[in-house]
C-alpha cells in the first residue's frame, strides 16, 4: 500500500503543475477509489468476471492462510520471506492493481499527451515474463548472470540439494523431491508477482512521472533509490533483523532499479524485458538457493539433511 499511496501522491503533484491538454481523444473509464481496495474489484467493475474470481480468490486464500499459519511458519524460518502464503496473496494484490494503476496512466496520457510511459494491455503485461522478446535481451541475460554470481560468491554451501532429506511445508515435512515442487512453484509464484508488479509500479509509473517533472537523469536515479528503499520494509518480517543485511539488501536493490529503469528510458520505455529481468533473476536465486546452499534458502523454510 506504501507504494500505492506514493504513486498517487506523485501523480497529485505533476497534475497540480502541468498545463492540461484533453486534445479530441476519448477520455478513458475511470476506476473508482474504491477498486483499489478490494481484491478483483477493477475487473469485476468492468464485468471481467472470471479475471476477478481467479485475482480474488488468490489474495483472499493466500492472505488467510498466512494469518493462520503465521506462528507456525515463522518458528521454522530466520527471513522475512518465510510467510509464502502471504507473500503470494500480497503479490496476486499488487498484479492485481497495476490494472488500477493502468487506469491513472490512461487519464494522466489523455490529460498530457507529452506524458511518455508503456501502454501496455494488462493481459499483455501478464504474458511479458515469458515472451521470447523479452527473456532473450541483454537485461534479462546480465540479470541471470549477476544472480548465479550472487549464489557461487556469496554462499556458504555446506550442503547441496543431494543432501535433503525432507522440507517443512505447514504442520509436516515432505520428501525432497515433492519439496523442490511446492519450492519451484512457490519460487516462480513469488518472482512473477514481483517481476509484474515492481516494474510497473516503478518503471512504467514511478520512474516516468519523475521523469515527466525532473527530466531523465534525476527521474531515473530518484526512482531507483525509491526502488531500493522499499526493501528496508524487511526487517518488519523478520524475527531479528539483519540490519547490515537490510542496508546491503536496498544498495543492491537501487543499483539494480537504476540499470532496469535506465534499459526502459533506452527502449522508449517499453517494460517487457525489465519485467523478465526482474522475474528471472528472482526466481534465479530463490532455487538456486535451494538447489546449491538449502541450508541457507531464500524463503527460509526448514530442511532436515541426511545424516
Avoid at 532499479?257 to 526482474?278: E, M, T
Wanted: with cysteine; proline share 4%.
Amino acid at each position: 500500500m506504501k507504494k500505492a499511496f506514493f504513486i498517487i501522491l506523485t501523480i497529485l503533484s505533476i497534475t497540480a503543475s502541468a498545463q492540461i491538454d484533453s486534445s479530441l481523444k476519448v477520455k478513458p473509464k475511470y476506476y473508482p477509489n474504491w477498486t483499489l481496495l478490494i481484491p478483483g474489484a477493477t475487473h469485476f467493475y468492468d464485468n471481467r468476471i472470471l479475471e476477478g474470481l481467479v485475482f480474488s480468490a488468490t489474495e483472499i486464500g493466500g492472505i488467510t492462510l498466512g494469518i493462520i499459519y503465521d506462528d507456525k511458519l515463522k518458528s521454522n524460518s530466520t527471513t522475512p520471506y518465510y510467510n509464502f502464503p502471504l507473500l503470494i496473496g500480497m503479490q496476486a494484490y499488487n498484479i492485481d492493481k497495476c490494472d488500477w494503476m493502468r487506469n491513472r496512466m490512461e487519464l494522466l496520457k489523455y490529460y498530457y499527451p507529452d506524458f511518455k510511459y508503456d501502454p501496455v494491455k494488462f493481459n499483455d503485461l501478464l504474458k511479458a515474463p515469458f515472451k521470447a522478446e523479452n527473456i532473450f535481451t541483454s537485461i534479462t541475460g546480465g540479470a541471470i548472470i549477476v544472480a548465479l554470481a550472487e549464489l557461487f560468491i556469496g554462499g556458504r554451501h555446506t550442503n547441496n540439494y543431494g543432501d535433503i532429506d525432507k522440507m517443512s511445508f505447514f504442520n509436516r515435512y515432505i520428501d525432497k523431491n515433492s519439496a523442490l515442487a511446492i519450492y519451484g512453484a512457490t519460487s516462480l509464484a513469488t518472482s512473477y508477482g514481483a517481476g509484474i508488479a515492481e516494474e510497473y509500479y516503478f518503471r512504467n509509473a514511478v520512474m516516468p512521472l519523475l521523469d515527466y517533472k525532473y527530466g531523465k537523469k534525476k527521474g531515473l536515479i530518484y526512482s531507483s533509490l525509491a526502488f531500493g528503499s522499499m526493501h528496508f520494509s524487511n526487517v518488519l518480517f523478520s524475527n531479528n533483523p539483519d540490519y547490515g543485511a537490510t542496508l546491503l539488501q536496498v544498495a543492491e536493490a537501487s543499483i539494480i532499479g537504476y540499470f532496469l529503469g535506465r534499459d526502459v528510458q533506452n527502449r522508449g520505455y517499453k517494460i517487457g524485458p525489465a519485467v523478465s529481468a526482474h522475474m528471472w533473476y528472482d526466481f534465479t536465486l530463490m532455487v538456486g538457493s535451494f538447489l546449491i546452499d538449502p541450508k541457507n534458502n531464500y524463503l527460509g523454510v526448514d530442511i532436515k539433511f541426511k545424516i
